[in-house]
Structure formats: C-alpha cells, structure tokens
C-alpha cells in the first residue's frame, strides 16, 4: 500500500498519545496520533502511545491541568506538596526525564528541584498525545521516561464560534471560568481565549491545611492563513500566570514551613509555515520558530529547632545550647527561551517515508537568590546567660545557558508480509554553562550577642565559592531506535521496540546552589549525560466491541544522576549507577448492549537502583508497584440529548522509599489506597453544543498521598458547565 501525505492542516510536529482524563475510553483504530512526527493511525504505531481526544475532555468536566492525563498507563502525578503545579512522572523516570511540549515546543526548567511543570490552562487544551519510554531520537534530550505533547485549540468549524465554561472544584473550594472565540472564514483561521482559576486551601479528610491557595490566569491568540490549499501560515501568542503556595503537614520536623511561588509566568510567541505537495518526491516541509519567557519569583520559610549545635565564630568552633535555625529564601528566576526548527519529509518509492530534520534551543537562565539565614542559641549550659545569633546571609547573582544543536532522520518502511519498520537516529550537541556568577554576603550577615553586632561578614566582600562553579561543559551523542509493526490480522496490530535515551544535566544540576525546599543542593561540573535503552514489545487491539493495548517494557539507564548527601541537609548532584525499570501496561475496555463499557487501565512497575556507597540495590524508589483504574461507563443518546455515567475505583500500592541521610540509610513509607468516585453528565442541543458534569471524587474521603509533601484531598465535589455558540 502506499503511504499518505501529511495534509496542510497538520499544525504540530510533536508526538504520541494516550487514553483519557480518566483512561476510560481505550482508542486504537481511527485515531490519527503524531507520535512519529507525522500523523499515523495508532495502529500502525511502533512506540506505546495513547491519547486525550477533544471529545474525552468535554466529557471528562476536569478543572486542572492533572485530570487529564492521571489515569494514563504508566503515567504518576507528583504536586511536590504544591497543589496547582503539576509535574509528569513517566514509568517511574522521575519528573525531570520528562519532556513536556506545547504545541511541539518544550517549557524548559532549570533550576529546581522538583522538575518542568505543566502552565497551561485545560481549557486551552484540544488534545493531550503522550509518548511512554524513551523518544530521544524524535524530541532530543530529557526524554527518557517519554514525552508529553499538550496540542492546543485552533480556528473553529464556523466563521464564528463562542465556547464559554465554568467550574467548581470542592477540593479547595475552587472556582474557574473560561471563554474563547474562534472561527475560519475565507483561508483565515483564528481563536482568542482566555481563563480564570482561584482555588482556596486544600480540604484534606484530617483538615484544611492552611496556606495551599492559588490561582491562574491565562490567555492566548492564534491567527493562521491558508494561502493555498498546500501551504499555510500562522502564529500564536499565549500567556500563563499562577500564584502557588506550598505548606507541610509534617509538624514534627519544622517549626515553620511554607513555600510562595508569587507569580510563575509563561508566555510564548511562534511562527510556523507548513507547505505540502512541493513535487513528486517532497512531501512537506515545515518550518517552526518561537521564543518563550519564564519567571519564577519564590520564597522559602524554614524554621526549626536543632537542640545543641556546633557552628564557628571568628575562626573557632562554639557550641550553642537550646539552638534553632531560621531561613526566608527569596530567588528571582528568569529562563529565555529560543528554538528553530526545520522538518522535510520524503515520499521514496512505494514503500519508505523519510522524515529528516534540524533544529537549534536556546536557553539563558538569570537568577537571583537572597539567602536569607539565622542560626542562634545559648552560648553557655545555662539558659539565658548570653545569646549569640549568625546571620551568614548571602545574595548571589548569576547567569547561564544550555544550547542545543541537533539534526535527526526517521525512515518509515513496508516491508513483505504485513510487516512495518520505523528507524531513525539523531545526533545532538549541547553546550551548557554558568557564564557569571557573583555571591556575596548580604549586608546583615555577621555576629551578634544579645541583639548586639559583634562583628561583620559583609565586609569580607565575596563568599570564599563565588566563582567555584564558572565554566562550560558539553556533551554530544548519537542515539537510535528501531521499531516493528505486523498487520496480518484486521484490528490487530503487534509492535516491537528498542530506542535509546539521552539526557544531558540541566544548568543546576552541572553548576548550581540551590536552597529552596528545606535542604541545599549543590551542582557537579563533572556529571555525564544520562543514557538508556529501552525494549518493549506491545499489541493493539480495537475490534467491534473489545479494544485494548498492551505493553510490556525493560528499560536499562546508565550514568543515573541523583543527589547524594555530602553533610547534614547538603546534598551534590552525582552519576551514581544504574536505574533498571521493567513493567507492563494494560488499558481495556469492551462494549456492553444498553450502553454500558466496563473499562480498565493499569501499571504494574518495578523500579531498582544501583546506587553504591552505602546503599547498594534497591526496589525502595518511591514508586508504587501497581496503579489501576477500574470501572463501568454509561452512555445513552436520548434523541435531543445524551446522558454519561461512570462509576469507578481508583488506586495504587504502597511506596517505599530508601535513601542516604547523614551517614546512615533512612526509609519512608506511605501506605497504598483506593478510592471510589462517581460522574454523571448530560450533553444537549442539536450539536450537542451544551454540557453539564458532575462527579463525586474519594467518596469515603480515603487519606492517601501521591507525593511525600501533602496528602491529597478527601471527599470532594466537581461540577462543569460549557456551551457553545
């Protein structure tokens, strides 16, 4: 058979797929997905994908970001004790090894700890494509857990279209409001949105923990031009802004606790020209260019108490009694953003479609950080006698980069016997550095006894580190995949993968201090690239009633970088072994008469580091062993309007976790869960252009955590209403 050209209408050059909001419905034929930077029917897919379609999320009723994509297989939501940002763990990689696109393009992070959150609206949101398991060749570094592509909605099907939406979500007693206005007429196609979200403190089944607030505002403008029926033009403005709080529950390890990201802004402008049918061998050309902004302004409290202390005063140990520790952290991050990119595709022959393409990022980091710290206590055994406080406050400036150069083919091949190969390679070079660094001590850093100056660090001048960490390092590698899929049976497809992974260290890990969140992490110049080789074998199913897809995976990374701890609440970035990940995903669904689905999606995980030092292996990696949702739908078209129901359990198994911690190996543990829920919706209008829904979440307010920070929230109600004019 011959393959078939890319359509002009294709305005992404992104990625996979994946099941629902909630995994409920399992797509496979008809659903055209661009995991391979082309649209492809999924079947005919080699990686393991899936996908949020448009319809799904106006089911759905989500009000953030994270309902989306939860109930992905292989999938696990990390909030950092941050409710409203939202980071994407991908089979167990962690939140840093995965890439988060919008619209083909990455939001880059690099300095924090916790990894790229999503800042986006999911108003704004037609649909969600992931990519699990190594796509480096297709979208470059940090894509070793998989990619996540969020593509956003564009003109409308008339030449005029208002949608307008509003939501309540008893989590924290948070409210949304959207709308947009978008349309095509005449070659033009257009949209103008904008959304609003306000979320009180988070109701756990214990209490409302106080100072978990936020709220997000965000909007966005797109306008394109088909100038021909084979080649249009457009670009696109968007503009996102949250305000974050982050508190603790844990009462017995701070005195004081609480994080202010005061705001965290994104805003991004692009341009892309996609031409199609150049000649009998040229397929499509497309050509992207963008420039994106980050600013994050963040303040950390910690406050503690310590007992006896041993800190230094003029150059000779003291020891304070009844001692405690005080910090007020404020940094000032900035990330400029700069991408082009190039992508051609080939029609050779019958029987090979060749993608070939290159591209540049740009990334320059300027930040500024106010260390802010106390340390005080008696100086003698007697309480009272005298107080001596260390102020060894510090401001520091600095400004870095990470550049990245990179060129990639992807060849797409029938072969006899019903038998499809996809292979490719891609060479990237990435150049990463800290280009200034100033650290000084702050003008209040010094001693004092009783209130009373001693003496002054601020005229020292430079902290004895300033330029410790100044220089520039670069990494390049050449990574492969190969992938097989056979057809030989209708509605089936079996597919077999290998793809390597390739991460080179963000700017903090390679040079950076960072002091936010309650402990200090120090960057390594020395660090290598992470690596990976990933093998899956995988099959789809979408008959009459039965759909599934299946995968089974093994991935082996090397040179895994992590923290190890250096001194008390210190901690250095290093390559410390190997990360070995193997599991299986499932998601199935069959069709019932009267309109029920019985449904399932689930993961089961098995995560091992080989860490050395003083802990050896470990399958303790926070990660739980199986995640599930199980449940049965109801949906009944009743002439002028159609009724959905789904009832269902979602749950996973206990997490363990074991790390190093002053010498001495320390284990965590939170116990696994499960939690009922409930949803109802009703859509109506000869264009079924009107919805309600309405869902009761953890019905018997279960207390369970997704990360270590907070617990999430207890019995809680959602309810959406949207229309369509």
Not at 311 to 337: C, F, Q, R, W
Not at 609 to 627: A, L, Q, W
Not at 671 to 684: C, L, S
Request: with cysteine; proline share 3%.
């Amino acid at each position: 058979m011959k393959l078939t050209r890319i359509s002009a209408a294709v305005l992404t050059v992104c990625l996979g797929s994946t099941a629902a909001m909630a995994a409920q419905d399992v797509y496979t034929k008809g659903v055209e997905v661009t995991a391979t930077r082309v649209t492809r029917d999924l079947m005919d897919v080699p990686m393991s994908v899936g996908v949020v379609t448009e319809d799904d999320i106006k089911k759905s009723g989500v009000t953030t970001i994270g309902e989306l994509i939860q109930d992905v297989p292989g999938v696990e939501l990390q909030n950092d004790g941050t409710p409203g940002l939202i980071r994407v763990s991908i089979r167990g990689e962690g939140t840093m090894r995965s890439t988060i696109l919008i619209d083909g393009q990455r939001i880059s992070e690099h300095k924090s700890m916790s990894g790229t959150p999503i800042l986006i609206d999911p108003s704004a949101v037609e649909r969600v494509e992931v990519i699990k398991g190594p796509a480096s060749v297709l979208y470059g570094s940090d894509a070793i857990g998989g990619v996540i592509n969020i593509i956003t909605k564009k003109g409308g099907k008339k030449p005029v279209q208002l949608d307008v939406g509003v939501g309540y979500n008893g989590a924290g007693d948070g409210f949304t409001e959207n709308a947009s206005v978008s349309g095509s007429y005449n070659g033009f196609n257009y949209r103008l949105s904008g959304s609003y979200a306000d979320f009180g403190d988070l109701r756990t089944p214990d209490k409302t923990i106080d100072g978990t607030d936020y709220d997000t505002r965000s909007g966005s403008v797109f306008l394109s031009y088909d100038f021909t029926d084979d080649l249009t033009m457009g670009v696109s403005a968007d503009y996102f802004e949250g305000n974050f709080n982050t508190a603790t529950d844990d009462a017995e390890s701070y005195d004081d606790f609480a994080v202010r990201i005061q705001p965290w802004k994104r805003q991004k402008f692009a341009f892309f020209a996609d031409a199609t049918n150049l000649n009998e061998y040229w397929a499509r050309l497309r050509f992207d260019v963008y420039t994106q902004k980050t600013d994050k302004k963040m303040q950390n409290i910690v406050g503690m108490g310590m007992g006896t202390q041993t800190t230094e005063m003029m150059g000779k140990p003291v020891t304070l009694y009844n001692s405690s520790m005080h910090m007020d952290n404020h940094a000032d991050n900035e990330i400029k953003s700069n991408g082009v990119s190039v992508q051609t595709e080939w029609q050779l022959g019958e029987n090979n479609y060749l993608i070939a393409g290159a591209g540049f990022d740009s990334d320059k980091l300027d930040a500024y950080t106010f260390n802010d710290m106390a340390i005080s206590g008696d100086l003698a055994p007697i309480p009272g006698v005298s107080v001596f406080t260390m102020k060894p406050s510090t401001i520091t400036d600095l400004e870095g980069g990470q550049d990245t150069y990179y060129l990639f083919l992807s060849n797409e091949t029938i072969l006899p016997a019903d038998f499809t190969a996809n292979y490719g390679v891609r060479f990237t070079h990435v150049k990463t550095s800290l280009d200034n660094v100033s650290s000084r001590y702050a003008p209040e850093a010094g001693g004092y006894i009783n209130g009373s100056p001693m003496f002054s660090l601020v005229d020292m001048g430079q902290t004895p580190d300033a330029k410790a960490f100044e220089g520039e390092e670069s990494n390049s590698k050449a990574v492969f995949n190969f992938g097989l899929v056979w057809r030989g049976i209708e509605d089936l497809a079996l597919r077999a993968t290998w793809a390597q992974g390739f991460r080179a260290p963000t700017i903090q890990e390679k040079f950076l201090t960072s002091s936010m969140g309650g402990g200090t992490e120090i960057g390594n110049p020395n660090l290598d690239p992470e690596t990976s080789d990933n093998f899956e074998l995988g099959a789809r199913y979408s008959g009459e009633r039965l759909n599934l897809d299946f995968a089974a995976f093994l991935n082996l990374a090397d040179d895994y970088i992590t923290t190890k701890e250096v001194s008390a609440e210190t901690y250095q970035y290093y390559n410390v072994g190997k990360a070995t990940t193997y599991g299986v995903e499932l998601s199935a669904s069959y069709d019932l008469p009267y309109g029920f689905t019985p449904y399932t999606s689930m993961t089961w995980l098995k995560r091992k580091f080989e860490y050395g030092g003083i802990i050896g292996d470990t399958y303790d990696t926070n990660t739980p062993e199986f995640m599930y949702r199980a449940g049965v739908r109801y949906e009944k078209d009743f002439g002028i309007w159609t009724l959905t129901a789904d009832t269902y359990a979602r749950g996973a198994t206990e997490r363990d976790y074991e790390y190093e911690s002053s010498g001495a190996v320390v284990k965590t543990h939170h116990g696994g869960y499960t939690t009922a829920n409930f949803e109802v919706g009703a859509a109506f209008g000869d264009e079924r252009q009107y919805s309600v829904n309405a869902a009761v979440l953890n019905i018997f307010d279960k207390k369970y955590y997704i990360s270590d920070a907070l617990p999430e929230a207890g019995v809680h109600a959602v309810v959406t209403a949207n229309a369509r004019f």
